[in-house]
T-cell receptor, first 116, second 112 residues
Framework: NAGVTQTPKFRILKIGQSMTLQCTQD?????MYWYRQDPGMGLKLIYY???????DKGEVPNGYNVSRSTTEDFPLRLELAAPSQTSVYFC???????????????FGDGTRLSIL | KNQVEQSPQSLIILEGKNCTLQ??????????LRWYKQDTGRGPVSLTI?????NTKSNRRYTATLDADTKQSSLHITASQLSDSASYIC???????????FGKGNQVVVIP
């Protein structure tokens, strides 16, 4: 199994451009998450989804959009890229909290995004 | 606001030596605490989980402790190896929802 796969691994955008960060998981997890990790800071939750068709805002959702049309995929959209969105973005997935509690979030290897 | 504080921010240790990382939290109500290891350029990977009733848990050379009364956890690395060089992230889960509070991580560098 591949786990959580993120593409692209690296990207440089100009201010005002848009792009979609792709995330797919093959573990049949119902929960999926998007985080950003800035240097020296803890991960911050951008959006999450508890199942196909359901999404919710996290701690820092401004400037981003998500969709969840399938269980496997959870893309993150940046509509008007700004320098403040320069960061490393991590996608994660897990079983719901109603299943066995000892189930961690499984993370992808991240997308390193620079806005210039 | 629920917070997780980790110390030291970074440390350098000689291969073969032991080290202890600290995590203090204010998350309430508490559900569980998990330590993740994040290698450079990779996503975090879970090392161990501590629930309210657990005091100590070991995973190979990693030993985690939890004192739920003082809201403190530690991660002890025994006989460090070069592959232990990574950031160790403390993540505390709030009871009743899927909300997580992330620490900033302890950056460990093991030198030969």
């Amino acid at each position: 199994n591949a786990g959580v796969t993120q593409t692209p691994k690296f990207r440089i955008l100009k201010i005002g451009q848009s792009m979609t960060l792709q995330c797919t998981q093959d573990m049949n997890h119902n929960y999926m998450y998007w985080y950003r990790q800035d240097p020296g800071m803890g991960l911050k939750l951008i959006y999450y989804s508890v199942g196909a068709g359901i999404t919710d805002k996290g701690e820092v959702p401004n400037g981003y959009n998500v969709s969840r049309s399938t269980t496997e995929d959870f893309p993150l959209r940046l509509e008007l890229a700004a320098p403040s969105q320069t960061s490393v973005y991590f996608c994660a997935s897990s079983y719901s909290i109603n299943r066995v509690i000892d189930q961690p979030q499984h993370f992808g290897d991240g997308t390193r995004l620079s806005i210039l | 606001k629920n917070q997780v504080e980790q110390s030291p921010q970074s440390l350098i240790i000689l291969e073969g030596k032991n080290c202890t990382l600290q995590c203090n939290y204010t998350v309430s109500p508490f559900s569980n605490l998990r330590w993740y290891k994040q290698d450079t350029g990779r996503g975090p990977v879970s090392l161990t989980i501590m629930t309210f009733s657990e005091n100590t848990k070991s995973n190979r050379r990693y030993t985690a402790t939890l004192d739920a009364d003082t809201k403190q956890s530690s991660l002890h690395i025994t006989a460090s190896q070069l592959s232990d060089s990574a950031s160790y992230i403390c993540v505390v889960s709030e009871y009743g929802n899927n909300r997580l509070a992330f620490g900033k991580g302890n950056q460990v560098v093991v030198i030969p």
